[in-house]
């Protein structure tokens, strides 16, 4: 067994919220207790103890849409890429460096997303995954870095017309295997003990089928991926990221988005729609009535200069919407302060926002993993998942279950994040990940990544 504790806890429990000094007992995978530090340790004496030595206690946090081949991106310089807009920079960047990751690039591009994930306390990741440099066995080479490290993934592949239809026919199989891989690993786990391999691996992976956006899928295309797409698998796709993709619908198609999804059976309550700026009312009541998910990525739609999505309003129609990062980050706590400030800018109200994103990345991000995943996730809680971090964080004011949300968003970010839990399994501790030479891996990124910013251009 293991016992978390001396630390404020934060359950995210409504029925005990927080603890002045608390602690979390883990046995294997699951949480089995919550409580005060002191009646936790005499009820289980001989459990291994993680201490936050002060600090604060957490669930692991969740990102509901992430990008793991931009790792390779940070400080890349392209010739040539002088972006006038959206579709420039999709081409000019990211399609450019996607056309050269083999396997072991996006191999290291998880590897490298995972660690930082574990440093900032992030133990679920939905994760859109494109490398048309390679695109066969990539889901399963990102599966293994995300089983290696022990975080949680739910994975698709980015079909697309972009690259020809070669291409294409290969990533819908890429999904279709991966899919089917995911649930073959739960069925087996149903026949093993709790503690096989199978079972290990089948509460980390998921797997839904990838879409990249309507703009750049023909109607032959979307016909295909119906008709081999596993049943209730769920797509996620990108939707109205920017106006461009609106155009081209109405232009080609005759149709909204949502609608033209809507009608190629995509929608539903397995599928994710990633952004929705561009949608309207009534886009939103069908993606309500349909029990469709949004993800609200708030630091890419700026970086990209597309607009500010009606989040809010979404959120009022009670659709499910969870808080990502577009590969912009992989600390939730830095999307949670963007989120907050873009949407009060955004509508001039200061007074806006500041139940909505708590509400995305504490609470919806894990109803949506509960989608996805048979184990709950998301609160420190008996029956869930063993996901948790500690944070070296010690407030200079008063705090207790009516405030933690905004200690959080003014006081915190991933870098105060000192220890990280997944499924019990304990993948940093004070800092330290056991088991790795950061010095040697990072050396041997560096001449990855060299190899394919060579490759982008023509070296």
Not at 106 to 128: E, L, P, Q
Not at 323 to 330: E, F, H, I, P, Q
Not at 400 to 406: M, R
């Amino acid at each position: 067994m293991l016992l978390i504790g001396n630390g404020r806890l934060i359950t995210r429990d409504n029925d005990a919220p927080f603890f002045e000094n608390g602690a979390v007992v883990c046995d294997g995978k699951l949480i089995v207790e919550t409580g005060e530090l002191t009646a936790m340790r005499e009820k289980y004496p001989d459990a291994d103890f993680l201490d936050a030595h002060g600090g604060l206690i957490m669930p692991g946090l969740i990102n509901a849409h992430n990008h793991i081949y931009s790792a390779m991106s940070r400080g890349i310089s392209i010739n040539g890429y002088n972006p006038k807009g959206f579709l420039d920079i999709l081409d000019g960047m990211w399609w450019t460096l996607d056309r050269h990751l083999d396997l072991e690039a996006t191999r290291y591009s998880a590897a490298a997303t995972y660690i930082d994930c574990i440093k900032n306390g992030c133990t679920t990741v939905f994760d859109h995954h494109a490398s048309f440099g390679e695109i066969p066995g990539s889901l399963f080479a990102i599966s293994e870095e995300s089983v290696k490290y022990g975080i949680r993934s739910c994975l698709c592949y980015e079909t697309s017309d972009r690259d020809g239809e070669e291409k294409c026919v290969q990533a819908i199989r890429e999904n279709v295997d991966f899919i089917d891989h995911c649930r073959k690993l739960r069925s087996e786990a149903g026949q093993n003990p709790a503690d096989s391999k199978e079972a290990a691996q089948a509460d980390l992976l998921a797997g839904m089928f990838g879409m990249h956006a309507q703009f750049t899928l023909s109607d032959k295309t979307l016909e295909k991926c119906m008709s081999e797409a596993p049943e209730n698998c769920g797509f996620h796709i990108h939707v109205a990221e920017g106006i461009e993709d609106l155009h081209d619908s109405l232009l080609k198609h005759h149709k909204r988005i949502v609608d033209r999804l809507h009608d190629f059976g995509i929608t539903g309550p397995h599928t994710i729609l990633g952004h929705c700026i561009y949608i309207n009312e009534h886009e939103m009541d069908l993606i309500r009535d349909t029990d469709t998910m949004v993800v609200h990525n708030p630091e890419s739609n700026m970086g990209n200069a597309v607009g500010c999505p009606p989040t809010l309003r979404i959120m009022s129609k009670g659709i499910l919407t969870g808080l990502g990062t577009d590969g912009y980050t992989n600390d939730m706590f830095e999307s949670m302060k963007v989120a907050n400030v873009l949407h009060k800018h955004n509508l001039c109200d200061p007074t806006v926002a500041w139940g909505e994103v708590p509400q995305m990345l504490f609470e919806n991000n894990a109803l949506m993993g509960a989608r996805f995943f048979e184990t709950p996730i998301g609160k420190l809680k008996a029956g869930y998942s063993a996901d948790v971090i500690t944070l070296d964080y010690a407030p200079l004011t008063p705090m207790d279950a009516s405030n933690v949300n905004g200690h959080i968003l003014f006081g915190i970010s991933g870098r105060y994040v000192t220890s990280t839990v997944c499924a019990g399994r304990i993948l940093m501790k004070d800092r330290n990940i056991p088991g790795l030479d950061e010095e040697a891996f990072y050396a041997h990124c560096r001449e990855v990544s060299r190899r394919v910013w060579d490759s982008v251009n023509g070296r």
